[in-house]
C-alpha cells in the first residue's frame, strides 16, 4: 500500500481535517504498537505497510510489559497532544482498523494473537463476530 493511500485512509476513518494529523496519529500507534509484536509476525505486518510506517514498525518505543487494550490507548493518548482518552481511542482504531485492512484477515488473526484480549476492537475485528464483518471502528 502506498503511503498516500493509507494517509487517506487514516484521515477518512479518523475524521481529520488535515493529512498531516493522520500522519502524526498513524506514527504514535504505530510505534506503540511496534514494541508489542516480535519475530516474523512484525515483520510480516511492516511488508504490508507503507515504508515510512514499515520502519516505525519495526523500530518501536521499548515496552516493559505488554499494555492491555485500554493501557495502550492511554498510552497513546500521553504521546498524542491534547488527546484524550476517547479522542485517543478513536485515533487508535483509525490507524489499526487501516493496517488490518493493508494486512488482510489471515494476517491480523496472527497479530491479534501476539496482544492481550481486547485489541481485536481496536483493529475493527470483534472476534465474537465471525463472518459478519467489523463495523466502524470495531464499534
Excluded: C, K
Aim: negative net charge.
Amino acid at each position: 500500500m502506498l503511503r498516500e493511500a493509507f494517509l487517506e485512509q487514516v484521515q477518512e476513518r479518523g475524521e481529520y481535517p488535515t493529512r498531516t494529523e493522520a500522519d502524526r496519529a498513524a506514527r504514535t500507534v504505530l510505534a506503540l504498537l511496534g514494541a508489542h509484536l516480535v519475530g516474523e509476525v512484525r515483520a510480516d505486518l511492516a511488508a504490508r505497510l507503507p515504508e515510512t510506517f514499515a520502519l516505525i514498525l519495526l523500530n518501536p518505543l521499548q515496552a516493559a510489559e505488554p499494555l492491555s487494550s485500554e493501557r495502550f490507548v492511554r498510552a497513546a493518548a500521553a504521546w498524542i497532544e491534547g488527546a484524550t482518552d476517547a479522542t485517543a481511542a478513536w485515533d487508535v482504531s483509525a490507524v489499526l482498523s487501516v493496517a488490518a485492512d493493508a494486512a488482510g484477515e489471515e494476517l491480523t488473526r496472527r497479530v491479534l494473537l501476539q496482544l492481550p484480549p481486547g485489541y481485536d476492537l481496536l483493529f475493527g475485528r470483534p472476534q465474537d463476530v465471525g463472518t459478519a464483518g467489523p463495523g466502524p471502528h470495531g464499534r
